[in-house]
């Protein structure tokens, strides 16, 4: 009962602390936008270690933080051969080859009515399409290994990125293209020069969606077939011997590697689109 009392104290405490900052005469300030969420973060975790462990909640349903950071210490060569097996290889393989493939999808589609007409609906059926159905399909296509899950992010990132990229490309005003052709200006050089900056916003959304996107594609496709190593074959094995503190492990994993991925594109676009009125203050 005391630790219970006292989680409920810690997160009074750091309700008080974090409103108190984003309210004060720092609020905008960029160290201040970095510690409110630190401190969420670090009194959510503090709350779950003093509730799991005053309600003495079963190892089974909820490990606590500590014996999760345990798990994760000694567990270390695991977890990195499944983050090189599911995300180095899976995801990324994926995402790069499905981005791409997007990116320059996306500009014969904004060359050709027919395709944008034409492909475009086919792509809102197919990122309809649930990926516990597609993935068990492209597993036997491709095999056990890696190759597979690259295939599953490769379907799941595809659509997005080329909607996202082909509404960018369209971004321009007609006034803005009217000028590039008053100045002669080739396909190509109206482009490189007007159409695909304008179109980076856009392209951006595309590539942090699909970040999260080929996270979650490549941990699910291990599900139904992978080698004996991976995040999704770990979790699965994990959960059937009921050691519920390396499936939080991996979680844990793969929360970081998801996060770390983001906030990479973010500061590229950042840096690339500084001149938009997202980018700025």
């Known amino acids: 009962m005391v630790m219970v009392l006292l989680a409920v104290?810690?997160?009074?405490?750091g309700w008080w602390l974090n409103s108190r900052l984003a309210k004060g005469p720092a609020?905008?300030?960029?160290?201040?936008?970095?510690?409110v969420p630190a401190v969420f973060g670090v009194t959510v975790v503090v709350v779950w270690e003093l509730l799991?462990?005053?309600l003495e909640v079963s190892l089974v349903i909820l490990p606590a933080p500590s014996v999760i950071a345990v798990r994760f210490a000694s567990s270390m060569p695991i977890l990195w051969q499944d983050f090189a097996q599911t995300i180095l290889k899976g995801a990324l393989g994926g995402y790069v080859i499905g981005c791409g493939a997007a990116f320059l999808t996306a500009i014969l589609v904004d060359r050709s009515d027919f395709l944008r007409r034409g492909l475009l609906p086919v792509g809102n059926f197919v990122a309809a399409l649930p990926i516990v159905g597609t993935a068990p399909i492209l597993v036997m296509w491709f095999g056990?290994?890696?190759?597979s899950k690259a295939a599953v992010v490769v379907a799941m990132v595809f659509f997005p990125m080329l909607v996202n990229t082909v509404a960018g490309l369209r971004e321009t005003s007609a006034m803005q293209r009217d000028l590039m052709q008053t100045y002669a200006a080739s396909?190509?050089?109206?482009?490189f020069k007007l159409r695909l900056p304008a179109a980076l916003p856009f392209v951006f959304n595309g590539l942090k969606i699909?970040?999260?996107?080929a996270l979650v594609g490549a941990i699910v496709a291990e599900f139904f077939g992978s080698p004996t190593v991976g995040m999704g074959f770990r979790i699965s094995t994990s959960v059937g011997q009921l050691a519920l503190d390396m499936v939080w492990a991996e979680i844990v994993v793969a929360a970081l590697a998801g996060s770390a991925f983001?906030?990479?594109?973010?500061?590229?676009e950042k840096t690339l689109t500084f001149w938009h009125p997202s980018q700025r203050g």
């Open 144 to 147: 056990f290994d890696w190759h």
């Open 27 to 35: 609020a905008h300030t960029r160290a201040v936008q970095l510690l």
């Open 187 to 191: 396909y190509w050089q109206a482009f």
């Open 210 to 213: 699909s970040t999260t996107l």
């Open 262 to 268: 983001y906030g990479l594109m973010a500061l590229i």
């Open 52 to 54: 799991v462990r005053g």
């Open 9 to 13: 104290l810690v997160w009074c405490l």
